[in-house]
C-alpha cells in the first residue's frame, strides 16, 4: 500500500497547484531566496514571494522524497509561531480535504489491522483537534488502541 498520497502536481486543489508552480518558477528566478527559504522556512516572514517560493520548495522536496528536508520543514513549522491558530484557521481542513481525499486510507489501515495482529496501535502524529483520531476511532476495526500527539 502507498500512504504518499500528494506526489503529482495534480494531487493537490487547483490553488496550491498554481501557488507550487509560481514558486518553482521563482525559485529559478532568485537562487540566492531560495537558500534563505530553504534554511529557515517558517522562521521569517518571508513575504508572498518568498511563501510562493516555500510552496516551490515543499513540492520539490515531495516529488525527490526528500523525507529530511520535509521532516525539518515541518519540524520547524509545529515549533514556530506560524502555526498557533492554525487549527481555527483551517477549521474546514477535516471537511474539505481529509473526508475529500484521505478518509479512503481508514479502509487500507483496517485491512493492515485486520491481516496483521503485530498492528495493534494507531498513533496520530500532529493530531490537533483530534477530528482524524475520532474518525478513525469510529470506521476502524481491528486496532485496539489509537493515541494521538
Known amino acids: 500500500m502507498d500512504f504518499n498520497i500528494k ?5 493537490f486543489p487547483l490553488s496550491r497547484q498554481l501557488r507550487i508552480l509560481i514558486g518553482t518558477l521563482l525559485m529559478r528566478v532568485h ?3 531560495v537558500r534563505q527559504v530553504d534554511a529557515a522556512p517558517h522562521s521569517e ?3 508572498a514571494a518568498g511563501k510562493l517560493i516555500r510552496n516551490g520548495l515543499y513540492y520539490r522536496a ?3 522524497r526528500d523525507f529530511d528536508t520535509l521532516g525539518r520543514y515541518l519540524a520547524e513549522y509545529w515549533s514556530a509561531d506560524a502555526n498557533c491558530d492554525f487549527h481555527e484557521l483551517f477549521a474546514e481542513r477535516f471537511d474539505n ?5 484521505d478518509a479512503r486510507l481508514a479502509g487500507e489501515v483496517e485491512k493492515i489491522a485486520r491481516s496483521t495482529p503485530c498492528y495493534q496501535l494507531l498513533c496520530e502524529i500532529g493530531c490537533g483537534n483530534g477530528l ?5 476511532q469510529q470506521h476502524i476495526r481491528g486496532v485496539r488502541a489509537l493515541h494521538g500527539a
Open 7 to 11: 506526489r503529482r502536481l495534480t494531487d
Open 31 to 33: 537562487p540566492e531566496k
Open 45 to 47: 516572514d518571508w513575504g
Open 62 to 64: 515531495l516529488r525527490s
Open 97 to 101: 480535504h481529509f473526508l475529500l481525499r
Open 132 to 136: 482524524v483520531l475520532d474518525y478513525y
